[in-house]
């Protein structure tokens, strides 16, 4: 079933409130949460119950106006769609930019309700994704190829001139607790509220790293992993997404519901191989299960990690088997990788000269060049 729309009702007049009360009782899609009866309870209401959408009286009585209301709302959690309930002698414009996405009519039937409601709620949804960030998730079938060192090491790169939140997708392990050394105590996804997750929820869970970025970490014990369902990384997503430029993604190895979750919602996939006839058969099947799902090519990237240790395989080998071209190559450094990683430094800071920081940072570039690309669109007419 598709998820609730949660609906906060700011209406003086109980005639009214019964009678939408009583025309979404029919049906499971919106959930009423409550009506408030004054302007002035709206703003501390709409921070206690989370709606989704909120309706709300143009002629509200009292100090507080209807509009005002929209535009206090609009101001403390643009995320909340808001529809304005007005008559006909009282015309009403939508004007999003106050706090006005749409306008519902009196007298309207349920399904005029249902139907605004649900409209409302999408467009400023997909109106949020369009503003949103570059996402990029390291994939591999195979452990150990390095997506931990190079999630972390590409989010630190990209961390200098841009706002990132990395997400630790390891969840039964935390690869990126075990590298940062994080202490037990600091929160994780489990820490996010399970309604509707807003910008202060994300700033009180994620950790701060010292490298300049936005961690948002694994729990800290494996059977809390299960405490994790696909649904709820869907919504940090959606709303990690909102607020930094990029999210990247560092997963565990396989091709389990919690990585597609990742998958799906990436822009950019991100395949980690290595010179390894075995990761790269394992890569090759998981493109063929990409293609089934549907993911276009250009979705997909590929880099080669390691990519001065062959072993007897050419890159051409590589790229015959993986039937896609590699994308980007970094080099191998066991010296700095290892003491990097052991001191849970980012080696793209501590070592910016060394060609395996170089080869990080082709991937970064790639990407800002990406995010700019985008930067019209996000700008709008
Ligand atoms: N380019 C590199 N040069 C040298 N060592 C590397 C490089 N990349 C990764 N390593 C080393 O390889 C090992 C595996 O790396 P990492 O943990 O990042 O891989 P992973 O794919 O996240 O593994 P896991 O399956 O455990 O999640 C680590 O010891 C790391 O230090
Ligand atoms: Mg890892």
């Known amino acids: 079933m598709a998820e609730q729309i949660r609906l906060l009702v700011v209406e003086d007049v109980p005639q009214v409130a019964s009678h939408m009360r009583s025309l979404l009782q029919a049906q499971a899609q919106i959930k009423m949460l409550e009506v408030v009866t004054s302007g002035e309870r709206a703003l501390s209401a709409v921070g206690e119950f989370r709606p989704d959408v909120l309706i709300v009286d143009a002629l509200l009585q009292g100090r507080v106006s209807g509009r005002q209301v929209a535009e206090q709302v609009r101001r403390a959690d643009p995320m909340v769609s ?28 349920g399904f005029d309700l249902t139907t605004l409601v649900r409209r409302t709620h999408e467009q400023r949804g997909s109106e949020g994704a369009r503003a949103g960030s570059v996402m990029v998730t390291l994939f591999s079938p195979k452990g150990g190829v390095g997506r931990t060192t190079l999630a972390y090491n590409l989010a630190v790169a990209l961390g200098r001139e841009h706002t ?87 997963t565990r190895a396989g091709l389990t519901d919690d990585v597609l979750a990742f998958l799906d919602a990436s822009d950019l996939i991100l395949q980690v191989l290595a010179y390894d006839s075995m990761a790269i058969r394992s890569l090759a099947m998981a493109g063929e ?6 993911y276009p090519p250009t979705k997909l990237a590929t880099v ?29 450094d066991g010296r700095l990788v290892l003491a990097a990683n052991n001191e849970g430094v980012p080696f793209v800071l501590a070592s910016p000269d060394e060609p395996i920081s170089k080869g990080v940072r082709a991937i970064a570039d790639k990407l800002a060049a990406r995010l700019r690309d985008r930067a019209p669109a996000m700008a709008g007419p």
């Not at 004007?95 to 309207?108: E, I, N, Q």
Request: charged residues 25%; glycine residues 6%; hydrophobic residues 45%.
């Open 82 to 109: 808001i529809i304005m309930l007005t008559v006909p002698q009282n015309p009403v414009t939508e004007d999003p930019a106050h706090g006005v996405d749409s306008v519902l009519r009196m007298p309207f039937s």
């Open 164 to 250: 990132v939140c990395l997400i630790d997708g390891s969840m039964q392990f935390s690869d990126l607790r075990g590298l940062l050394r994080v202490p037990a105590a600091v929160p994780s996804i489990v820490n996010l509220p399970t309604d509707r997750i807003r910008d202060s929820d994300v700033a009180e869970v994620v950790w701060k790293d010292p490298s300049g970025i936005d961690i948002l970490l694994a729990p800290p014990r494996v059977e809390m992993a299960e405490m994790v369902t696909v649904r709820d990384i869907e919504k940090a997503l959606s709303i990690i997404r909102q607020i930094y430029e990029f999210v990247i993604v560092d």
């Open 304 to 332: 080669l990690n390691r990519s001065d240790s062959a072993g007897g395989m050419s890159k051409a080998d590589v790229e015959e088997v993986l039937g896609q071209p590699v994308d980007f190559e970094v080099v191998s």
């Open 289 to 294: 299960a990409f293609m089934a799902i549907g």
